[in-house]
Nanobody, 123 residues
Framework: QVHLVESGGGLVQAGGSLRLSCEAS????????MGWFRQASGKERAFVAH????????TYADSLEGRFTISRDNAKNTAFLQINNLKPEDTAVYYC????????????????WGRGTQVTVSS
């Protein structure tokens, strides 16, 4: 069992930055790949970024690469999502998930989720 808690969201102006955190319980976090997703109001949960267990391999949604950076610190059981140059269309609840079974871009393949952190970007 893995318990995840996201934090770091908030209300920011367009052009600003945020660093989201995903803190995991349990000793096995360092062995799991994990991903960040976001869900805007009325929309489905969408893939943002993925990182392998070691942190050496990262993947981003095509439209987001360049402004988003995923990273992790296994010693602290924490993963991060740095978002720069925020835009109003980035407004969403951001979720982290761990242990994808197959296609890591599909949220249905994740075993564990946090409750999310709200990011709101004003224009």
């Amino acid at each position: 069992q893995v318990h995840l808690v996201e934090s770091g969201g908030g209300l920011v102006q367009a052009g600003g930055s945020l660093r989201l955190s995903c803190e995991a319980s349990g000793r096995t976090f360092s062995t799991y790949a994990m991903g960040w997703f976001r869900q805007a109001s009325g929309k489905e949960r969408a893939f943002v970024a993925h990182i392998d267990w070691s942190g050496s391999s990262t993947t981003y949604a095509d439209s987001l690469e360049g402004r988003f950076t995923i990273s992790r610190d296994n010693a602290k059981n924490t993963a991060f999502l740095q978002i720069n140059n925020l835009k109003p269309e980035d407004t969403a609840v951001y979720y982290c998930g761990v242990r994808p079974r197959a296609n890591y871009r599909d949220p249905r393949n994740y075993d564990y989720w946090g409750r999310g952190t709200q990011v709101t970007v004003s224009s």
